[in-house]
């Protein structure tokens, strides 16, 4: 258990909806990252914040956002779903920006129908 | 720009035998070098990463790789393969230092046959 916790676990929408996806960090880590995995992408980064900020962003797309609340745990909005966006999302956590190890959550498995 | 590029999306060895996962890197910057490590059906783990304290990075596992600037290679080896190592790895790189905006490498598959 790599202490950091994704809800939900599963979920599957239609094209054209939203959906939100839950991350909670290890205790006591300020870095919270994004990321899809897809067939046809592979693995991309898709953001950072660190301690409530946004840091760096990858390849996300214009329709997906995210925050990082006070508590630390971050949301990651996906918006006019396509079938494209099937994919596997991580979340991961490090102690700060340029930490020894970093945490990955068990993932969200997005299927859109 | 940055990126990365393993050789062979599967690797077949033996139980005991050297593990050999070969990463090239392209970098315009002098690169940070990550390996994961994804079990099947699960989240992924950082093995290791390169940050130009040492060229030999050791990382969890037995695993360990080498930074050589002269083959723009980041290879993973581990001796003594086990079945328990049969999983997909990924190298990565970025220029930043940290996690952010790595860029993955397309993966390989290792098979451990006993």
């Known amino acids: 258990d790599s202490g950091v916790t994704q809800t939900p676990k599963h979920l599957i929408t239609a094209t054209g909806q939203r959906v939100t996806l839950r991350c909670s960090p290890r205790?006591?880590?300020?870095?919270v990252y994004w990321y899809q995995q897809s067939l046809d992408q592979g693995l991309q980064f898709l953001i950072q914040?660190?301690?409530?900020?946004?840091?760096a962003k990858g390849n996300i797309l214009e329709r997906f956002s995210a925050q990082q609340f006070p508590d630390l745990h971050s949301e990651l909005n996906l918006s006019s779903l396509e079938l494209g966006d099937s994919a596997l999302y991580f979340c991961?956590?490090?102690?700060?920006?340029?930490?020894?190890?970093?945490?990955f959550g068990p993932g969200t498995r997005l299927t859109v129908l | 720009a940055q990126s990365v590029t393993q050789l062979g999306s599967h690797v077949s060895v033996s139980e005991g035998a050297l593990v050999l996962l070969r990463c090239n890197y392209s970098?315009?910057?002098?690169?940070?070098l990550f390996w994961y490590v994804q079990y099947p059906n699960q989240g992924l783990q950082l093995l290791l990463k390169y940050t130009s304290a040492a060229t030999l990075v050791k990382g969890i596992t037995g695993f360990e790789a080498e930074f050589k600037k002269s083959e723009t290679s980041f290879h993973l080896t581990k001796p003594s393969a086990h079945m328990s190592d049969a999983a997909e790895y990924f190298c990565a790189v970025s220029f930043s230092g940290g996690y952010q905006k790595v860029t993955f490498g397309t993966g390989t598959k290792l098979q451990v046959i006993p």
């Open positions: 970098s315009s910057v002098p690169p940070y």
């Open positions: 205790s006591g880590d300020l870095s």
């Open positions: 914040y660190y301690n409530g900020e946004e840091r």
């Open positions: 991961a956590s490090s102690a700060g920006l340029a930490s020894d190890t970093q945490y």
